[in-house]
Structure formats: structure tokens, C-alpha cells
């Protein structure tokens, strides 16, 4: 997810100090692939932190976010048609905000298994989960 953010931040950043077409092009593939990559991830991550009765409830969540920023970010192009690079400016807002959640976001439990980091598995687990749900 962290990968993908820097992406977006460096395609956004190559199509504001960008002067034609080509360079707003370049940036809007590097960004593109940096938001496709955390539209794959974020709900994986979700659904490995997030507790078993509300899984559903939070991808719904997520999905109905993620087609309302969408849909805000489509119907905004209409008023800033010719001021569109503060369309990527204030894009930044998301993509900060994800960077700096990324401080308190615990690691992912399935990863920490895989990486056979057992003794983190359970201190990943009781930080977004009660401590009853942690060992179940």
C-alpha cells in the first residue's frame, strides 16, 4: 500500500510540474498503477485486520468510498476544466492522509505468519482487535 501511494504522489507530481501532454500522460500511468495497486491491496489488508462479523460491513465500506471519491472526483472536473491541475493538488489530501495513517496501521497477520514472525502475529492481532477476538 505504501508503494503504491509514493507511486500516486509521483505521478501527481510529474503531471502538475509537467508542461505538455506527454509528461501529463507519463504521470497518469505511474499514478494509475500506484491507485490500482492499492485498490487490489487495501481491501486484502482490510479483510486480514478487520473482525470476522464486520468483514463484510467493511469492504462495502471501503467499495462505497472508493466509488463516492470517484464519482466527487468526476463531477469536480466540470468546475475546474481549466484550473485542472488543482484537481491533482488536492489529491494529495487522500494520498497524505494514507501516508500518514500508515505510521499506526498494523502489519498484516497473514504476512507475519508467511514470514514465520509468529511471536508479532498476536501483538498485530490485539492492536486492532479485542483481546478475546486476538486469540480466536
Known amino acids: 500500500m505504501f508503494f503504491g501511494a509514493i507511486l500516486v504522489v509521483i505521478g501527481y507530481l510529474i503531471i502538475i510540474f509537467s508542461g505538455g ?7 497518469r500511468v505511474i499514478a494509475g498503477i500506484g491507485s490500482g495497486s492499492n485498490t ?5 489488508w482490510l479483510l486480514e485486520v478487520s473482525m470476522s462479523e464486520l ?19 468526476l463531477n469536480l472536473c466540470i468546475p475546474f476544466r ?9 489529491g ?3 494520498i497524505g492522509l494514507l501516508i500518514l495513517f500508515w505510521i499506526f496501521m498494523t502489519e498484516s497477520p497473514v504476512y507475519l505468519l ?13 492492536k486492532g482487535l479485542d483481546e478475546k477476538d486476538a486469540y480466536t
Open 55 to 73: 468483514k463484510k460491513i467493511t469492504i462495502a465500506i471501503f467499495n462505497l468510498m472508493n466509488g463516492s471519491g470517484m464519482l466527487v472526483g
Open 114 to 126: 508467511v514470514n514465520e514472525r509468529d511471536d508479532e502475529v498476536l501483538e498485530a492481532l490485539k
Open 92 to 94: 494529495f489530501i487522500p
Open 21 to 27: 501532454i506527454l509528461g501529463g500522460i507519463y504521470g
Open 40 to 44: 487490489f491491496a487495501l481491501p486484502l
Open 82 to 90: 481549466h484550473h485542472w491541475k488543482w484537481l491533482y493538488i488536492g
